[in-house]
Structure formats: C-alpha cells, structure tokens
C-alpha cells in the first residue's frame, strides 16, 4: 500500500512531457487479449507507461470513452484501465491506479525495460 501511495505521488508531482503526457511511454509490440462485457479480442500492446498504454485492436469492440477494459498477457498479467480515446482500430487506456496494476506496471520495468545508466558529468 505504502509503495502505491509513493509511487503515485511521483506521478501527480512529475512534470508533463512534450506530448502532454506524465510519464514516458516505451513502444513495444506486446501480444495481449482485451476483455469488455462478455468480448474479448487479440490486440497488440504498442507503447506502454506507468500511467497507461496504447494498443492496436484486431478487431472491433462497443468499448466507449470512459469504460472499463480488462488487458491480460503473460508479460503484465491481468490489468484494468479505462479508455480515453478509441478511433481507427487503435485505443488509450489510462491504468486504474490500484496496488495491484501499480505493482504489475512497476514489475515490468523493472524486468523488461530498465533505465539507462546515468553518465557522470566531466
């Protein structure tokens, strides 16, 4: 509990991107299924944060902006986000900020996306 409580901290207090955005996105090319109301469908993870992600959907699903889906792979396991925008096969989730995602998102970068080395200045 304490460790989401810090680590969303970080998020709220982090200064925006260029892009807008808090948190940097790393692409990747991630095979996942999505879940909503009885649907699921194979898509692709194509660029992931700790706050979020965005994926191309093989297929089309009656998910509108604000909804609730549920993205399932071996790499992040089971994750909820909301969807904050949908149009040509392509979809934004915002993650739900609960232990469980935080602690998913965390493992991941942890083990599959690791910063680089900060380099002393001479």
């Excluded at 925006?16 to 692409?27: A, K």
């Amino acid at each position: 509990m304490l460790a989401a409580k810090l680590n969303s901290d970080k998020l709220n207090s982090a200064k925006l991107n260029t892009d807008g955005r808090r948190s940097q996105r790393i692409r990747c090319r991630i095979r996942a299924t999505l879940q909503f109301m009885g649907q699921t469908l194979d898509i692709r993870i194509l660029d992931i944060s700790r706050t979020g992600m965005a994926l191309q959907l093989e297929g089309w699903i009656e998910a509108k902006r604000g909804a609730t889906v549920v993205i399932r792979c071996p790499e992040l396991g089971h994750i909820e986000g909301s969807v904050r925008w949908y149009r040509a096969g392509k979809m934004g989730l915002e993650f739900e900020q609960t232990s469980n995602t935080v602690a998913q998102i965390t493992a991941y970068f942890r083990h599959f996306h690791r910063d680089p080395p900060k380099l002393a200045v001479v």
